[in-house]
C-alpha cells in the first residue's frame, strides 16, 4: 500500500505539472513548491525552536489560528512554520503576522518528508482537521517528533473504518494525541482501537469569538442599511445567487440586500449583478448617491467575518457544490442562517438544524418559504437568533483545552 500512495503522490503531482499551463491554481501550487529547500533553508534559523502547524487551506487556517496565537502566548521564544496545501489558503495568509516562517507543504514524498522534517526539526507539530500525509506523520514518528491532531473530525464513511483501510488506521495510530470535536468521532476512532483521543471541541467557536469581538466596523454597510433590516449572503455561488436575487426581484423592498460573493473577479461580479431587476451598487462604488439602491455587492475579501455584525438574516454559500462555507462567523452574532442542502458532514449546520437556528433550502419555494417565516414571524425570529448566539457560546473553550493539553505533554521538549 506503501508503493500505491507514493504513486498516487506523484501522478496528482505530474496532473498539476500537466495543467500548469492552463489553471491559475495549478500554477501558483506548483510555482510554490519550486526550490523549496533552498529557499526554506535560508530562513531557518538552527538555533531555533519550532513549532510546526499545518492546514490544508483557509478554513483549516482560521481554525488553527487560535491555537497558534494562544501558543505564541504561552511559549513566546519558541518559533512558528506554518504550512499550506492548498493556494487558497497561502495566498491569502502568506503574510500573516502570527507566525515566522509561511510555505506550501512540500509534496509528500519520502525523500521530501525527510529533508523537511531534518531542516526545521520541530519541537512537535500540529495537523488541523482533516491533513493526513502518510510520510510526514511517518518521518515525525520515527524521529519520535510528537504530531497532534486538532479539531478533528470523523464519519464512519471514512476509509479509516473500512476493512481496507488498515494502511490509513496506521497514520493515526502514529499521532501522540487527537482532539476531535465531538462524542461520535471518539467513539469510532475507539473502536478501531486508537485510544490516544480526547473530545475538545472545534476550535472555530473560539476564532469566530475573536472576530466578533475585535471586529472593525463598516460605515458604508450602515449608511447602505440604514433603519432597514439587511440580509447578508455570504461566501455566496451561482446557485445560491440564482435563488436568492429571484426572491428579491419579486421582494425587494423586505429588507436591503448584501451579496459577498465567493469569487470577486470582475467576470464573476458583473455576471451577479445581471440578476437583478433593481438598482444594484459595488461597494467599491458605494457613495450618497448610490444609498438608496437595494443591492449591494461587496467586491472585495476580508470583509465579510465585520459584515455579519449589520445583518438581520444571513444565508452561507457552498451548500449546493462541495459543501458550506462557516456559518459560525454568522451565527455568533445571534442571527438566523440559512445554506443549501450539502450541509450533512458540517456538525455546527446540523446543531443549528436541530435547534432551529438554522434552516436549508434547495430551491426556490423553500427559499421563499423560510425567509417569510423569519420576517413575518417575530416569535420565531427571536428564537432561532438567540439560539444562534446561545449556541457559539456554549461551543467556546477548545483552544484553551488543546494548548493546556499540548503544553503539559510537551513541557520538557519547549523552552521554560
Request: charged residues 25%; aromatic residues 14%; hydrophobic residues 40%.
Amino acid at each position: 500500500m506503501q508503493v500505491i500512495y507514493n504513486l498516487g503522490i506523484l501522478f496528482y503531482t505530474a496532473i498539476a505539472w500537466i495543467i500548469y499551463p492552463f489553471n491559475r491554481k495549478a500554477r501558483l501550487w506548483v510555482d510554490g513548491h519550486r526550490k523549496w529547500f533552498e529557499s526554506l533553508k535560508q530562513k531557518v534559523n538552527s538555533q531555533e525552536k519550532y513549532i510546526w502547524i499545518h492546514c490544508a487551506s483557509l478554513g483549516e487556517f482560521e481554525q488553527g489560528r487560535p491555537v497558534i496565537e494562544s501558543l505564541r502566548k504561552v511559549k513566546p521564544r519558541n518559533k512558528v512554520i506554518l504550512t499550506f496545501f492548498s493556494p487558497s489558503g497561502y495566498e491569502i495568509r502568506k503574510n500573516y503576522k502570527g507566525a515566522d516562517i509561511i510555505c506550501y507543504l512540500p509534496f509528500d514524498t519520502p525523500g521530501n518528508a525527510k529533508k523537511f522534517i531534518s531542516l526545521i526539526n520541530p519541537v512537535f507539530a500540529i495537523f488541523v482537521k482533516y491533513e493526513f500525509w502518510n510520510n510526514f506523520i511517518s518521518e515525525l514518528s520515527r524521529k519520535s517528533i510528537p504530531v497532534y491532531l486538532i479539531s478533528g473530525i470523523f464519519r464512519k464513511e471514512q476509509i479509516f473504518f473500512k476493512v481496507y483501510g488498515a494502511f490509513f488506521r496506521k497514520m493515526l495510530m502514529k499521532f501522540k494525541w487527537i482532539y476531535v470535536q465531538d462524542e461520535l468521532s471518539s467513539d469510532l476512532l475507539h473502536e478501531i482501537g486508537i485510544n490516544n483521543v480526547s473530545v475538545a471541541g472545534d476550535t472555530r467557536f473560539d476564532r469566530v469569538m475573536q472576530i466578533a469581538a475585535s471586529t472593525n466596523e463598516i460605515p458604508r454597510l450602515a449608511q447602505f442599511r440604514r433603519d432597514e433590516k439587511l440580509f447578508l449572503a455570504g461566501s455566496s455561488w451561482r446557485q445560491d445567487e440564482e435563488i436568492i436575487s429571484r426572491y428579491i426581484n419579486e421582494f425587494p423592498e423586505r429588507m436591503k440586500w448584501v451579496f459577498a460573493p465567493h469569487e470577486v473577479d470582475p467576470e464573476n461580479i458583473e455576471r451577479l449583478i445581471k440578476l437583478f431587476t433593481v438598482q444594484c451598487v459595488r461597494f467599491s462604488e458605494f457613495s450618497d448617491d448610490s444609498a438608496n439602491a437595494r443591492v449591494l455587492i461587496i467586491d472585495n475579501i476580508g470583509m465579510l467575518s465585520s459584515a455579519y455584525r449589520y445583518a438581520y438574516i444571513a444565508a452561507v454559500g457552498g451548500g449546493f457544490g462541495k459543501g458550506i462555507h462557516n456559518i459560525l462567523e454568522a451565527a455568533c452574532w445571534g442571527i438566523p442562517v440559512l445554506f443549501g442542502p450539502n450541509h450533512k458532514k458540517f456538525r455546527e449546520a446540523i446543531d443549528l438544524l436541530e435547534l432551529e437556528s438554522a434552516e436549508s433550502f434547495d430551491d426556490y419555494y423553500s427559499f421563499k418559504k423560510i425567509l417569510d417565516d423569519w420576517i413575518s414571524n417575530a416569535d420565531i425570529y427571536k428564537k432561532a437568533a438567540e439560539s444562534s448566539r446561545d449556541y457559539v457560546n456554549k461551543n467556546a473553550g477548545a483552544t484553551s483545552k488543546i494548548v493546556k493539553e499540548i503544553e503539559f505533554r510537551n513541557q520538557r521538549l519547549l523552552k521554560i
